[in-house]
């Protein structure tokens, strides 16, 4: 069974940091391009950032660009978003969600997603 | 970016009635690159459709999609108490994902 299970969440102050993790079971995780996608309280969905199977391709939305990091360790089985400069509109359940295919190179979207985490950033 | 807008905001229906949500982007979709998602209050996205009009795998057969180009169709047949939620469209064929507002199913 996929299981993808979110933590790192918490208070934080604008302008503080916040490393999320997200540990993988039940699928080939080095095969699998993953994905952060976040919700603000009551808003909609809201892609963050991409990382291919092996790391060779990132990506982010540009209202992260310069502040998040998203990276990856297979052999550990789990996916990371370092965040940094946090401000309070990046306040949101962040959700990490597995690529559709393995090896995907475009046009695949997220088939597990996991519960989410809660960031919250407020002095 | 593709921005996809969902209609209505919200639809109030009672069980066993007919849902029709729809979803347009502002450009056309490749491929038919479109999946939509279930959540509920306190969950993850649950993924229903894929390719805009396949459905995944354990997902009843009363959730159906449809549409291509600009505009999609999220249709459920006959609601059942579990179908009140918020239904979200994504495309996934032109970089970013991007979503829609969502569209909230509640009971009448």
């Known amino acids: 069974e996929v299981q993808l299970v979110e933590s790192g969440g918490g208070l934080v102050k604008p302008g503080g940091s916040l490393r999320l993790s997200c540990a993988a079971s039940g699928f080939t995780f080095s095969s699998y391009s993953m994905n952060w996608v976040r919700q603000a309280p009551g808003k909609g969905l809201e892609w963050v950032s991409s990382?291919?199977?092996?790391?060779?391709?990132?990506y982010y939305a540009d209202s992260v660009k310069g502040r998040f990091t998203i990276s990856r360790d297979n052999a550990k089985k789990s996916l990371y978003l370092q965040m940094n400069s946090l401000r309070a509109e990046d306040t949101a359940v962040y959700y990490c969600?597995?690529?559709?295919?393995?090896?995907?190179?475009?046009?695949?979207?997220?088939?597990?997603w996991g519960q989410g985490t809660l960031v919250t950033v407020s002095s | 970016e593709i921005v996809l807008t969902q209609s209505p905001g919200t639809l109030s229906l009672s069980p066993g009635e007919r849902a029709t949500l729809s979803c347009r982007a502002s450009?056309?979709?490749?491929?038919?690159?479109l999946v939509w998602y279930q959540q509920k209050p306190g969950q993850a996205p649950r993924l229903l459709i894929y390719g805009a009009s396949s459905r995944a795998t354990g997902i009843p057969d009363r959730f159906s999609g449809s549409g291509s180009g600009t505009d999609f169709t999220l249709t459920i047949s006959r609601l059942e108490p579990e179908d009140f939620a918020v239904y979200y469209c994504q495309q996934y064929g032109s970089s970013p994902w991007t979503f829609g507002q969502g569209t909230k199913v509640e009971v009448k």
């Open positions: 990382i291919s199977s092996s790391s060779s391709y990132i």
């Open positions: 969600a597995r690529d559709s295919e393995m090896y995907c190179s475009g046009d695949c979207y997220g088939d597990y």
């Open positions: 450009q056309s979709v490749s491929s038919s690159n």
